[in-house]
């Protein structure tokens, strides 16, 4: 059961997720590399997850009953090993060895080296199989948890993402949720420009699933919405939340160019102060 959110918990909550969007681009300078657009944007989305709608226990990773959060697009996952740090799976100083040698935070999470990591990412368009694997096992294991994965919108240019929607419509996987990050954006440019992915919607309607649309960076409007898609029992739901890549630096806003390049020293710098601009502005807003 997700608590009703009050608007002390979103200010909470949208303080920590602005804290993360800090947090990851000091990580990512440390790094030298990493992905920078896609996790901005997702922070909120994260944030929600890790502090009010997973049901999960960081110091008991392997909970038999936890929610299973599979994360697609594994290029984002600076943002989520952040709120894992945040959340108290492992040492937030820990993120400063991010992509280095022997270090567990690799630039797609790794199954085997990280406690709270579900599955191992890094080819696009692979998660949404995963997913549907352990959705299904649930399901025949009589578990009550539910599957949440996160996708791209670019990875819905490769065909097994659509053999995947298929079979979840097909078995009416109704304790699968997925949220496409519908930023628009990839690497080499928007996706209506790549690939036009569009009609997103009403391609997963043929589907045979359940659609809903939010905006992915009002984090209450998130909650309220994965409380709909809990309410959906005959049918696996599709959120499509609409993001802002970069959001919170305002030079990385919209700009598919800093899809997959870190800050150096200076634009960190820039990027460090209008975030924490926007901290006093967030705190302000909710007195």
Known sequence: ?????????????????????????????????????????????????????????PKNPDLEDRDRLILSNGHICPIRYVLMAKAGYFPVEELKTLRKINSRLQGHPHREALPGVETTSGPLGEGLSQAIGIALAAKLDKKDYQVYVLTSDGEHQEGNTWEAAMFAGKHKLNNLTQVIDRNNIQIDGFTENVMPLEPLKEKYLAFGWEVLEVDGNNIKAFVDTIKQARAVFEKPVCIIAHTIPGLGVSFMEKDFTWHGKPPNKEEADKALKELRTLQGRIMSEHQ
């Open 1 to 57: 059961m997700i608590e009703e959110i009050f608007d002390e918990k979103v200010k909470e909550l949208e303080l920590k997720a602005n804290e993360a969007r800090q947090l990851l681009i000091e990580t990512l300078l440390e790094a030298g590399s990493g992905h920078s657009a896609g996790p901005l944007g997702m922070a909120d989305i994260f944030t929600a997850f890790y502090f009010h709608i997973l049901n999960h226990d």
